[in-house]
């Protein structure tokens, strides 16, 4: 039997990556401070590593799926410099008002709705209960709730050091030998 990981769950623009709207070209990606080194941290923690972003500009046709997933190749070559790794991209290029029509679709993925997550769920080998998600949108915390794990809001700052403070609180909830445990 596979041994259960748990995951976090990193929203990608607002979080790992500067948002400044509908980006996919790799040379405009600004790298939030310290986000490689979090999904390091998230990596030698033992942890699953998984990115769930929502790209409407897909739909808005601003950009194809393939330049969604060549930002994601090239994010994960740039992770790859320093040790990290993104186990899994999962993405939601629809919209309900979509100028492209194939993407025009009330979907389950795009967050608040939880269809990506239960999608790496039911992928993957999760313990859910030590899982969470960070996001930098109500919308993300709201995804995570409905998918049943938790979800915190990160509203800036260095996010090595806020996933740090989460992986030791996730730690502790699980380790009943933890002091600061309430057991
Ligand atoms: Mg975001
Ligand atoms: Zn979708």
């Known amino acids: 039997m596979t041994s259960m990981k748990p995951a976090v769950f990193f929203d990608r623009d607002g979080v790992l990556n500067e948002d400044h709207g509908y980006l996919f070209e790799p040379g405009k990606l600004q790298w939030i401070e310290g986000a490689r080194e979090a999904v390091k941290a998230v990596n030698d923690a033992g942890y699953f590593a998984f990115v769930v972003t929502n790209q409407s500009g897909v739909a808005r046709g601003f950009y194809a799926e393939r330049d969604v997933e060549v930002l994601h190749l090239w994010m994960s070559d740039e992770l790859a410099k320093v040790g990290a790794r993104i186990d899994a991209f999962e993405y939601c ?20 709705g939880p269809g990506m997550i239960r999608t790496l769920l039911g992928r993957h080998a999760v313990d859910v209960a030590r899982s969470f998600l960070i996001g930098d949108k109500a919308s993300d915390v709201e995804a995570a709730e409905a998918a049943g794990i938790r979800g915190h809001l990160f509203q800036g700052g260095n996010l090595e050091y806020f996933v740090g403070q989460l992986l030791r609180q996730s730690g502790c909830a699980a380790t009943p030998d933890c002091p600061s445990a309430s057991f």
């Open 93 to 112: 290029p629809h919209h309900p008002d979509a100028v492209v029509a194939q993407y025009r679709v009330a979907c389950v993925c795009r967050k608040p």
